[in-house]
Every structure is written in C-alpha cells, then in structure tokens.
T-cell receptor, first 115, second 115 residues
Framework: GNSVTQMEGPVTLSEEAFLTINCTYT??????LFWYVQYPGEGLQLLLK?????DKGSNKGFEATYRKETTSFHLEKGSVQVSDSAVYFC??????????????FGTGTQLKVEL | DTAVSQTPKYLVTQMGNDKSIKCEQN?????MYWYKQDSKKFLKIMFS???????INETVPNRFSPKSPDKAHLNLHINSLELGDSAVYFC??????????????FGPGTRLTVT
C-alpha cells in the first residue's frame, strides 16, 4: 500500500534557526510528492511540490528534493520565522482512474518558532 | 473571492442526530473531495467525485453519504451521528486532468463536535 512517514513533532526552534522535517514514503507506482502547510484554524495550503525524481520544489524559502533512491522528500528552510509556525504535512499523490488524484498524508509535524 | 468554501464552520450536535456540511468551489474544477482530520491532525480521504460521479469511496461507514448536485458543489450528509465522528472535515477540489501532479485546493474546514 501507500504510506508516508514524517518525523514526530512538535518541533520548537528559535527564529533564524535551520529547519529540517524528514519525510519518507512507500508507494505503488510513481507518485508526485507534496508539502502542505496548515496555519492555526485554517485549511491546508500547498507549500511546494515535486513530480519526478531529483526535482526540487521550492517556495517562500522552503525547499525539498524528490529522492527516489531513498524514497524521501525532506523539507528544509535555512532561517525560520515566527510566522512559519504551523503544521506541515508531507503527502504523496497518485492519479486515480476516473479523474483526480489520491493524496496520502503523513501524520503532520507541528512547528513552533520562538523569538 | 473564496476558492473553496464550506458551511458551517462549526457544528455542535448530539449523538443520533443527522447533519449536513456543504462545500462549494468557484475554481471551475471537475473533481472534489472530502477529508476527515482527527484530533491528532491525521488527514484521511473519505470520498472523491469527478463531474458529479463518485470515484473514490474509502472505508467509510454508510452513515456518511456524499451528494454532488453539480460540479461546483459536494455536500456531506451524516446520519445517526456518533461521538467518534467528531473531527474537522475538509473539502477540496482539483483539476482531474492534472493527474498525480494536480494540486488540491482545500476549504477552511468544518469542526464537527458530537456530544
């Protein structure tokens, strides 16, 4: 089956610290990989994505590289801000017969950034 | 303009009642989804509709019945509510032809509390 494993939270960092959130996956087929972010009280927003091996997705200073050999898609940011405090979800996506795609999410990692 | 909207935002009800959650998207997408997020933030797909046809139906109790009156709307009706149904329910939409690469756009969520 398909599954996503991401590191347990919460992760607490000081502002300007380096962030890594680990994500590994197992999939039947060739998935696309996503990071979604959920700010308090809101729905999920796409942060970045990568659709094939060695692709790097990046947005707002965050980046992640699709590593097929290690089945990983780790999220990194060089210098976090208080406004980055949120829950981060790693997800794999496979096309579904009949249209659309099926997202399988990791458990989410809560990030808290302090001054 | 809100891309994916849900009503109500909060829903508090008693066990045994029947309730509905409504979802509308103005993105022109053909595919819509319902997800359940439990108290530990874990997200799991429940249903997907493409152009008003059911295409994904995960292992969900048949007390849950989605209905899509048109491509822009996907409602979720829940009969005989149970304590375990308490969760945040998210609606999402995507372009079907985007396949695995397609970004899903999420609504703000409906927090259902069953007492």
């Amino acid at each position: 089956g398909n599954s996503v494993t991401q590191m347990e939270g919460p992760v607490t960092l000081s502002e300007e610290a380096f962030l890594t959130i680990n994500c590994t996956y197992t999939a039947t087929g060739y998935p696309s990989l996503f990071w979604y972010v959920q700010y308090p009280g809101e729905g999920l927003q796409l942060l970045l994505k990568a659709t094939k091996a060695d692709d790097k997705g990046s947005n707002k200073g965050f980046e992640a590289t699709y590593r097929k050999e290690t089945t990983s898609f780790h999220l990194e940011k060089g210098s976090v801000q208080v406004s980055d405090s949120a829950v981060y979800f790693c997800a794999l996506s496979l096309a579904f017969t009949g249209g659309g795609n099926k997202l399988t999410f990791g458990t989410g990692t809560q990030l808290k950034v302090e001054l | 303009d809100t891309a994916v909207s849900q009503t109500p935002k909060y829903l508090v009800t008693q066990m045994g009642n029947d309730k509905s959650i409504k979802c509308e998207q103005n993105l022109g997408h053909d595919t819509m989804y319902w997800y359940k997020q439990d108290s530990k933030k874990f997200l799991k797909i429940m249903f997907s509709y493409n152009n008003k046809e059911l295409i994904i139906n995960e292992t969900v109790p048949n007390r849950f019945s989605p209905k899509s009156p048109d491509k822009a709307h996907l409602n979720l009706h829940i009969n005989s509510l149970e304590l375990g149904d308490s969760a945040v329910y998210f609606c999402a939409s995507s372009q079907p032809l985007a396949g695995a690469q397609g970004e899903q756009y999420f609504g703000p969520g409906t927090r259902l509390t069953v007492t």
